[in-house]
């Protein structure tokens, strides 16, 4: 059974970091394109970031500079850094493993860890 975990959420103050982990198992092979996603109170999930298995990477405009995507392939887990954090990335933070060899489709997705910025 495929499973994703998230941790590392919480409350922080505007400006600071968090760390979110997304433990992975049961996956026969290896991900090429894991996501990171957040959907904020009462608005629609979106796409944070993507990291594909040679490492290249993708950031949603709103958070360029400031998070990173990262993977460990022996750990089976990714991993998204938030710095300068706003009221705004207040959100619900989930990770995706997406099926096939694009960062498109169809996806494993975790549960979930929730981020609240206050100001």
């Known amino acids: 059974q495929v499973q994703l975990v998230e941790s590392g959420g919480g409350s922080v103050q505007a400006g600071g970091s968090l760390r979110l982990s997304c433990a992975t198992s049961?996956?026969?092979?290896?991900?090429?394109?894991m996501a990171w996603f957040r959907q904020p109170p009462g608005k629609e999930r979106e796409r944070v970031a993507t990291?594909?298995?040679?490492?290249?990477?993708n950031y949603a405009d709103s958070v360029k500079g400031r998070f990173t995507i990262s993977r460990d392939n022996r750990k089976n887990t990714l991993y998204l850094q938030m710095n300068s954090l706003k009221p705004e990335d207040t959100a619900m933070y989930y990770c995706?493993?997406?099926?096939?060899?694009?960062?498109?489709?169809?996806?494993?997705w975790g549960k979930g860890t929730l981020v609240t910025i206050s100001s």
């Open positions: 049961g996956y026969d092979g290896q991900w090429y394109c």
């Open positions: 995706a493993g997406y099926y096939g060899a694009y960062c498109s489709g169809g996806a494993y």
């Open positions: 990291i594909e298995g040679y490492g290249r990477t």
